[in-house]
């Protein structure tokens, strides 16, 4: 088992991709989180579970975290999956934390 914590949308140089842009920082941490499954030799289709950390939640945010995650996994067959809301993250610029557990065969 993988336990991959909180990926948010800094780049390769620790800057946050589109600041102020929940689209964009849910893209950034979804290929943050590819990039570690697979230097763990896994891929996205491994992850069983995924917890999604949101600033502000509401639907309209609810909609561009389901599009951007719709790209990176199988939704044939989604991982398990907790979305909540919170307050604020780690820095104030992050919109997003995404946090993941992965079964490698």
Known sequence: MLFIPGQVGLDKQGQMV???????????????LRSVLAAAGASTNDIVKLNYYVVGLNHEKLLAVRDVRDQFIDMGHPPASTLAGVQELFREDALIEIEAVAVIP
């Open 18 to 32: 589109g600041k102020g842009d929940l689209h964009a920082q849910t893209a950034q941490a979804f290929a943050n």
